[in-house]
């Protein structure tokens, strides 16, 4: 991330380079304060933190859901909260949410759960900023490999061969 932001700096551009919490508001509200501090404004959010966990939903161990609902759809809650109130007081932002398929295949089954918790809050979220010049989006990303998603993945492809 380091190199990245020089290589930005060498081309005589602004860059920053923080790491931030979604579960943590404060580690949100530090986020927002150093990037007003050093760009005036935001203009843009992606909300792509996630947490996923696979298995029977009848095995599952209650932290690991409590971890995927603070994570995904609640951490897209807080950024969109906080940052977006700032793009309203402009008048302008753009907010993309970064969810999955899973998304839709659990609204499709009238699953609002884990998955499709992103989905629910950019809905909420885009339908409720009023009239103003702040749109909310989300991209629905397919399956690839990831080190979070790679065991999985193996263990999957192994029994469908």
């Known amino acids: 991330m380091k190199s990245v932001v020089g290589k930005v700096k060498a081309l005589g551009r602004r860059a920053l380079a923080l790491t931030a919490d979604v579960t943590d508001r404060t580690s949100l509200e530090r986020l927002l304060a150093a990037t007003l501090d050093t760009f005036g404004k935001v203009d843009i959010l992606v909300n792509s933190a996630g947490r996923m966990k696979r298995g029977?939903?009848?095995?599952?161990?209650?932290?690991?859901w409590k971890e995927i609902l603070d994570t995904n759809p609640m951490g897209v809650l807080?950024?969109?909260?906080?940052?977006?109130?700032?793009?309203?007081?402009?008048?302008?932002?753009?907010?993309?949410?970064i969810t999955s398929l899973n998304a839709f295949i659990s609204l499709l089954l009238g699953l609002r759960g884990k998955e499709g918790g992103c989905a629910v809050v950019n809905e909420g979220v885009g339908g409720r900023v009023g009239r103003s010049w702040v749109c909310v989006n989300a991209i629905a990303l397919g399956v690839f490999p990831t080190?979070?998603?790679?065991?999985l993945l193996q263990s999957s492809a192994s029994r469908n061969c």
């Open 147 to 151: 080190f979070l998603n790679s065991e």
């Open 78 to 97: 807080r950024a969109c909260r906080l940052f977006g109130r700032h793009m309203l007081e402009r008048q302008y932002g753009r907010v993309i949410n």
């Open 56 to 64: 029977p939903t009848i095995d599952s161990v209650e932290r690991d």
